[in-house]
């Protein structure tokens, strides 16, 4: 069981608008910042988003991310097929002298 | 263009120990700026943190498996190390290194706290 608790999957059409939400508590997303993962078939996560709503260079803005109390959301707008991946939020959680905490992951399917 | 490559047996029995390390290229595992972390997924399922180190040797480790983790570092070889005992089949999981964004906890709190970039990741198997 995740400590951030996201939507196992999420489907879209290309050029759609898709959000991923991520749900946590106080002693994690409501103190912390959110980051986002994405993960290709077969491959290493690698950093989509940072520090709530940061893209790291070579990121599309495509990508967004926000953050409202102990939720935080990955918005993705017009759908390609290569963004069909699993995508995994992250933060630490100040609980048992602090830890990096992921969600459960949310597989997005394009249609 | 940093690289990290993970290393280690991909099979291990049950009750002993789990032994990785990750090497650094293109980078140095002595910089100030960054930790050095662990990441596992068992086959079909999601992250999960292992602990990760600064150059000095400061550690944080997830409370979870804080009893059996054990992470180095050797500036003179430009690698860090994950030793994991007493394994058993939970164990089985892609293992992955990582560069971590890391402020630590500070009176501010964790102000930073990314992985980036990743290894490719290594899959240990615990079977007799």
């Known amino acids: 069981q995740s400590v951030l608790t996201q939507p196992p999957s999420a489907s879209g059409t290309p050029g759609q608008r898709v959000t991923i939400s991520c749900s946590g508590s106080?002693?994690?997303?409501?103190?912390?910042?959110v980051n986002w993962y994405q993960q290709l078939p077969g491959t290493a996560p690698k950093v989509l988003i940072y520090n709530n709503n940061q893209r790291p260079s070579g990121v599309p803005d495509r990508f967004s991310g926000s953050k409202s109390g102990t939720s935080a959301s990955l918005a993705i707008s017009g759908l390609r097929s290569e963004d069909e991946a699993d995508y995994y939020c992250a933060t630490w959680d100040d609980s048992l002298n602090g830890r990096g905490v992921f969600g459960g992951g949310t597989k997005l399917t394009v249609l | 263009q940093l690289q990290l490559q993970e290393s280690g047996p991909g099979l291990v029995k049950p009750s002993e120990t789990l032994s990785l390390i990750c090497t650094v290229s293109?980078?140095?595992?002595?910089?100030?700026?960054?930790?050095w972390g662990w990441i596992r997924q068992p086959p079909g399922k999601g992250l999960e943190w292992i602990g990760s180190i600064y150059y000095s040797g400061y550690t944080y480790y997830n409370p979870s498996l804080k009893s059996r983790v054990t992470i180095s570092v050797d500036t003179s070889r430009n690698h860090f190390s994950l030793k994991l005992n007493s394994v058993t089949a939970a164990d089985t999981a892609v293992y992955y290194c990582?560069?971590?964004?890391?402020?630590?906890?500070?009176?501010?709190?964790?102000?930073?706290?990314?992985?980036?970039?990743w290894g490719q990741g290594t899959l240990v198997t615990v079977s007799s």
């Open positions: 106080s002693s994690n997303i409501g103190s912390n910042t």
């Open positions: 293109g980078g140095s595992v002595s910089s100030t700026y960054y930790y």
């Open positions: 990582a560069r971590h964004e890391f402020s630590g906890m500070t009176v501010f709190g964790v102000t930073k706290n990314w992985f980036d970039p």
